[in-house]
């Protein structure tokens, strides 16, 4: 019954992953606003897990303190907090016409929010005790 639970949190994360990209391609593709600047969040998208991860795997190994998972969280929310401002420094860009619209920022924004969300559902799901995908 566990791993039933389980596979459906893994489906329910992947579509919203799904749709928070799609989100982020909307705000580059849509025709009102047909630039490709927000799509840079992605490179934040790959790069959030990267720290916790190494971190994680460090201290399993190691048994060593907690000073390299929270050197590890810190770098994961200045990836998390620079995907969000970046949206938003493209919008208000000191130019006469800015590099992005708003509409196109809040696409981008929402789009944040829902795959971070489903980061941390993700993590949640793959670090339980009972789970059969702890193993990663």
Known sequence: MVAVWLNLALVSIAFA???GMTLVILACALPKFNVWWP??????????PIPTMIARRYTERTGS???????AIFITMLFVVSAFAFPIVLARAPTLDPVIQWPACYLTLAGNLVVFLTYIGFFITLYQDDSEYNIW
Do not use: E, H, Q
């Open 17 to 19: 992953g799904s749709v």
């Open 39 to 48: 799509f840079f969040v992605v490179l934040f998208y790959l790069l959030t």
């Open 65 to 71: 303190s907690n000073s390299s998972m929270d050197l």
